[in-house]
């Protein structure tokens, strides 16, 4: 199993961003899908999920009605894409899947600033 974050970057505020997130050894149509996000020193926080049984998704209220999650099953491939960024959505953004057990991609960089 092998989760591969990508797309991060520096942006300024207000403007956007698409993070994927390529999956092997597993088929994401068949698990939940999330992402979490991390900030130095601070607790890594959920952001965003996708249920098996799309389109069924939640997200954290910090990001709701800005950032969509979803999938494209043919890429194997989960995505968020980030809408009116702010400066404290800067983190690293990870990708997240339980099977056996949690796993974890490598995270990506986002940094919202001007």
């Known amino acids: 199993v092998q989760l591969v974050e990508s797309g991060g970057g520096l942006v300024q505020p207000g403007g956007s961003l698409r993070l994927s997130c390529a999956a092997s050894g597993f088929t994401v149509s068949n698990y939940h899908m999330s992402w979490y996000r991390q900030v130095p020193g601070k607790e890594r926080e959920f952001v965003a999920q996708?249920?098996?049984?799309?389109?069924?998704?939640n997200y954290a209220d910090s990001v709701k009605g800005r950032f969509a999650i979803s999938r494209d099953s043919a890429k194997n491939t989960v995505y968020l894409q980030m809408n009116s960024l702010k400066p404290e959505d800067t983190a690293v953004y990870y990708c997240?899947?339980?099977?056996?057990?949690?796993?974890w991609g490598q995270g990506t960089q986002v940094t919202v600033s001007s």
């Open positions: 997240n899947t339980y099977l056996d057990r949690q796993y």
């Open positions: 996708i249920l098996r049984r799309a389109p069924s998704t």
